[in-house]
């Protein structure tokens, strides 16, 4: 029963359509960027180093207190416009 488990041959595949599979290799494209100006930043270590003075300040007086930090963050093409993705369209079940 484990072994049927792993059997990826079994398993139905999603076909992506040209656009999907574009706009995906966008954003991985910009997230890679992103993630490469974090780590270049000198001195950056925790995320919140490279937020601005003033911010950091009141997130880590938060964090002394025991509060916690949670920030959205939204990959964004390097114009920093949205990366359209095509929407799916619904099939008729079957």
């Known amino acids: 029963m484990v072994a049927a488990a792993f059997q990826a041959s079994n398993l139905p595949g999603a076909d992506l359509k040209p656009a999907t599979a574009a706009a995906f290799d966008r954003y991985a494209q910009a997230a890679q960027a992103r993630i490469g100006r974090e780590l ?3 001195g950056g270590f925790l995320y919140i180093e490279g937020l601005a003075p003033a911010r950091r300040d009141e997130v880590l007086h938060n964090l002394r207190e025991g509060g916690i930090y949670i920030e959205r963050l ?21």
Request: net charge positive; glycine share 0%; hydrophobic share 20%.
């Open 40 to 42: 270049a930043r000198p």
């Open 74 to 94: 939204e990959t964004r093409s390097t114009n920093a416009k949205a990366i359209p993705a095509p929407r799916r369209t619904k099939k008729p079940r079957e």
